[in-house]
């Protein structure tokens, strides 16, 4: 497999389940080191198989618990994931939520 993302550090949303899931994992077995940002506690049984698919990669792996739908539980989110793993090169936004959806000009 490629390393493509060696010495790249990555910011994932919504990264514990399906698609964000799959990022994640390819990701890290690319060689990147990533910060996932996902609502879903740091214990939950989500969370943990990640860290358990990621393997011997999980080493390179951040879990933060926020709620992408508070502003500043992201802004708390991303100041973390800059403490524990540097600065992003690469941020997916894959996190989504259909709660009281709105236009997204009218999103802060």
């Known amino acids: ?24 994992l390819r990701f890290l077995a690319e060689g990147g080191q990533l ?4 609502k879903e506690a ?4 989500f969370a943990e198989a990640l860290r358990r698919d ?7 792996l951040c879990y933060i618990q926020a709620e992408a739908t508070d ?8 100041a973390d994931a ?10 997916v936004n894959n996190v989504g939520f259909g709660a009281n959806p709105k236009p997204i000009d009218e999103l802060s």
Not at 1 to 24: C, D, H, Q, V, Y
Not at 35 to 38: G, H, L, R, T
Not at 42 to 45: E, R, Y
Request: proline share 2%; glycine share 14%.
């Open 35 to 38: 910060a996932v940002i996902d």
């Open 54 to 60: 990621a393997g011997e990669a999980a080493n390179r």
């Open 1 to 24: 497999m490629s390393r493509r993302f060696e010495g790249k550090t990555g910011i994932l949303t919504g990264g514990a389940k399906g698609i964000g899931r799959a990022t994640s």
């Open 71 to 78: 502003e500043a539980s992201v802004k708390a989110a991303v």
């Open 82 to 91: 800059e403490r524990q793993v540097g600065p992003a090169h690469i941020l």
């Open 42 to 45: 740091a214990a939950s049984n």
